[in-house]
């Protein structure tokens, strides 16, 4: 399987589901799995999700700049670093972000097990 081709397909589901539904991002992540937020660890699925539900807006678009990954391990692995701009409901001007996701192959199917996530600040 073409790493560019499913990493690009698994960002491209990711952010608009995170734009739309994000407790529909619960499949994604497994009980192992770790979200770091801006600093904060947070662990397993239900966490997770629980973590970016409560986050202080409803609305959001997320504009990706670039999407760089590379194989990760003997277990199919891969390294996902995405890099864009999070435009939040009235506001005027975007937030630069970095992402980092480390997928996992579970029977040829990827999950998130680590997922590092800032805002930039210039």
Excluded: W
């Amino acid at each position: 399987m073409d790493p560019d081709a499913v990493s690009k397909a698994f960002v491209e589901h990711y952010y608009t589901t995170f734009d739309s539904n994000r407790a529909g991002l619960v499949s994604l992540y497994q009980e192992g799995s770790m979200l770091t937020f801006e600093g904060q660890k947070i662990q397993g699925s239900q966490n997770i999700v629980a973590k970016l539900t409560s986050l202080p807006f409803q609305q959001c678009k997320h504009n990706i700049t670039t999407v760089d990954c590379q194989p990760s391990g003997p277990a199919a692995g891969m390294l996902v670093f995405v890099s864009g701009n999070l435009q939040l409901a009235g506001e005027q001007h975007a937030l630069k972000f970095s992402q980092m996701f480390h997928l996992v192959s579970n029977q040829g199917n990827y999950y998130v097990f680590n997922d590092i996530f800032r805002l930039n600040y210039a």
